[in-house]
């Protein structure tokens, strides 16, 4: 009788089940020292020989026997009969006896009866002798045999990662070959039908793979050697081949995707003909409830849900650490930091969540932001995700300000230079001139200028592009005021021409906000906190007014003022492949994509930014381009953007 | 007329003469993206397509007309007639109209008419048609198309290095391929009559060439690709042929070693024989003082100096920021950590000083520890050196606890044990347990039993190993407390037999310490600090008591005390290859090594904990194995070592 687990189990369960049936063992590989550089060495390795292997000299000079210059005085020098010249890598052919000295290279072997070395600056040479200005004492300069490694001596233990330093020691001690840990090797293989390989023509309906991309490159990272498999389509026979298959030639099975429902039991069948088969077939986790966990042909096969971010939560929670394990990588605890929560959350009871978060160092430490629309198989949820919070099953609700561990999908590097605020190509140029000078590691995020400002305000942003008009018709100063920034400057930027975007000829003849209205006419909107979305808002409710309507009651009237895009690009892109008639946007990209465009204003781009960052480098290079000749010329080849008079001008906050 | 670089010059000026004569240029390769992991992407990348790139169900239930469900209730359901199904990767064949509705599958294309999903928990099949009990609005469970990426976004930006997330995103957009950075390719050329290659066998004053490996490991962990040329002798027309060969083949060259004296000069005239050839000969740097830059045949040609610490001194300083900005590494200013020097430090003027230090976290932060013997050639010097610490021209003195900056040479990775102290082989065996459980890292650091107590007290060590014998006769407690060590308990370790270890058969006749003074015997001494070390010096006063000498004159009579071996290890080494006669040590290495022993005493084993790390994993884990039957089998392997009663006792110091 077979065990049937349709049950839904909690993941520790599913975790003890997993390491019940499967002991993970270590392949060990041999390879020269030059090539194991980051690699986990597996057995402990001890010295087979005395480093130095000889008595050594370590200056330039003349061995001699200590005992004959203890008299030396500077007035009153030693005389020695030099007897021979010792080179390095030379066997010494003399023996210093009582009265004697040899020239010695720095490097050589002591000759027998020498005991330290004179160094060639407190000698002079008179004919076959020398003489000796200062006495030395027994060992001076000389590096005695296996005083740095004795033969014997442990030089690196199991378990260590190894740089350039084990290396060089190991090399010291004449080891040409180390026994490192063999990479695991797991076999990807993604299932559906409406996948398509990246670089093929995507027909209608279908889908680019994603997930054996995502998973090999995290196999890659967690010491393992990824095998593609590809993609195999929703029929058993095919996915019991490519299965059978991948537990011949794989140490970890993964497969992707037709987890739930009716696929979901194709799989199990597949993978329970074998013993012990499936372990666990559900868990309580969020994202990531469908999962397979499996053992079958003595390996463990891990079956994934198809959404990226769900694929790649039960890769992390459950499959990393078997890999790092069967890889001998140690348990990086160093990958959890703590975070303030930026926002309330609120979670599934019963269920453990791994909710995404994106971090960002602000003045006080780390803050972790939730990472929206990560359940809906979005693949940019991950791609902004630095990692994850574990809510536990029976927390319903984590707090504003809340400490949470963070877990790190990679190690957290700091960008050189954080911009969070509005999208610009200016920004864009600015960034190609600063990397031409030198190479710095950016992260731009594009939160609209009202996500910029609050940025600064936590501190998590170093400059924030913002273009935010004020109802006096004054950019950036008065909204910022009156959000209550403080320990920032408004650093001046350039002018944008602002206006709507529509095809090429204007075939529908749209000459402002009131075309909008029209049946025949599909807007495409920018997102909320931008500040051309607000500027789009000010010109309909000027328009509202005009009509004596309500604001609310013009929106609905308008086709796609839900649809936000989220930069100048994806507007023209809209309008450029006929999905929208017009959107609001900076000359710059209408001309780009070949477009027409209507002016409404000049608008100013500024860069709000953190007085506590003025001194970052980075933050000195940005503003030294912004003010440069350079920025200015590379603007003009963006139509519709240039610098003008107050270009750089520094306006004080305070 | 040629320029002569004889003069030293500072490191800043080596520098500037560098990047005046060469321009770092990057080279740039197409790789598949699941290749890519871990490069640095070489250019700006936009999305070519919408992801998702249809409007797609998110759920699994039927495609409907949002409109026809507004009237749906629970009690009142509205009905639809199905006019099809439609599955994930299959282009839709129906249009829906009013009254109508398809099933359709998560992931699935959404049919022309249908702009939400009602999921199939709110529906009841009823022949052709369905029962809809709750309304949706328009695109509810409908994920449209571009919401992810919009065609024409930035995906990644140039400068990034890839991890598994923006592989994932390129996968998304379609993308098979991306432009990477290359790889700079590095040679190098070690060079010198003494040097043989690891794995050879060793002849008479030669050693192992360490250069080659510890560089080409350094320049992988660079971003670089190491292309090693093996040794050259110290032959100009040999040096040239391979300087040349080597700038054909690779972008950089490096060579090490015959930097000084009348070498030097040989290479300075192969390499100035090119335009413009050497820049600097002589550079005003502690460690690495005869260092050549120049420029031949349009590349970088960096000679090193021989000792390892300064070749690799050199390597950091100078050659690796060249190195990642041709490989298009950002300048990771996340590589440096503030730190306290843990001693005084003396520097001499008009040099820049690289200190090596070694890194270690205490209870207030790290502290850097300078490692001694950096400058003689040793090897272990760099080994356990973490980074270093910059010492400007004119500064000649820093204090015990200053801070400083400590430039690391690999990321520092906090190791989850910490053993500082007495070297054992019964530690070693506890180690092995304990990896045969779960993996950890360990960093092991022999400094003896003093060493281990103040390490513990200043919070560098979790745990210390001591065996301190007290002129009352007891063991580690009294003197521990006389070092005024606070928050630590001290838990009892193992015994351990400790005596005179001599050749096989004691051919040498020795009964005890007054053998030592024999004129025949050569004695083999421990480092100071070690209990081993304590405990003879206990035994030479004794027996200076007896003689009715001092301590100070019967030492200087035996031969070899001036010779302090690190381990129990070396010190039987020593002892079997005949290089001294007789030791102190415990009788597991003299009964490992085949030797005879003299039994003098049994000592006590002990291990200091700090209190705030008696909860930490690894130590729960290593009290755990202290207190097994397992490990009390374990230590019955090794002669010499034994648990008793009191193993595992837990013994309050406050």
Redesign the interface.
Known sequence: MRKVFREIVTIDEAISRLYSHFKPERKVEHLP??KA??RIIAE?V?SQ?D????D?A?M?GYAVRAEDTFEAEEDNPVSLRVVGTI??????DVEIKEGEAAEIA????MPAGANAVVMVEYTRKRGDSIEVFRPVSP?ENV?????????????V?????????????????????VAVYGKPKVAIIST?????????N?????????????????V??NGGE?V?MGIVRDREEEMREIVEKALREADIVITSGST??GAGDVMYRILDRWEPGVLAHGIAIKPGKPAIIAIANGKPVFGLP?Y?TSA?TIFEVVVAPLL??MA???????KTIRARLAVKVFSAEGRREYLPVNVVRGSAGYSAYPVS?SY????????F?DGFVEVPENVVMLDEEEEVDVRL???L??A?LMIIGSHCIGV?KL?ELM?ER?????K?INAGSTGGIMAIKRGEADIAGTHLLDESGVYNEPLIKKYGVRNAVLVKGYLREQGLIVAKGNPKGIKGFGDLLRNDVTFINRNRGSGTRILTDMYLKELAREKGADFVEIVSEIDGY??E???H??V???VA?G?ADVGVGIKTVAVQYGLDFIPLRSEEYDFLIRKDRLNK?AVGVFLEILKSEEFAEKLQEVEGLKVYDRTGEIVELD
Do not use: W
């Open positions: 020292i030059q550089v980051g402990d001890y020989t480093v130095p292997p000889f050594r370590t330039d080179e390095a890598g030379i066997k010494p720095t490097g050589a072997m060992g590096m005695f045999a296996g005083s740095d490694v004795m033969a014997g001596e442990l030089i233990r199991a378990g260590t990662r190894l740089t350039h330093r084990e290396i060089g020691v190991m090399a010291a001690c004449g080891l040409k070959e559906g039908n409406e996948l398509t390989n990246p670089g093929e995507l027909e209608d309906a279908k889908i680019y793979d994603v997930n054996s991309y995502s998973i090999a490159a995290a890659v990272e990824a593609l739930s429902a198809g990226p790649l790092r394990e001998g990588i140690a348990d990086n605890s160093g629309g809906s198989g979005a693949v940019t949820a991950f791609a995700t999908y990679s190690e590097k700091p050189d864009e960034l990397r030198q190479t710095f590691t950016t731009v839900a649809v895009a989220k930069t690009t994806s023209a892109i809209a492949c999905k480098k």
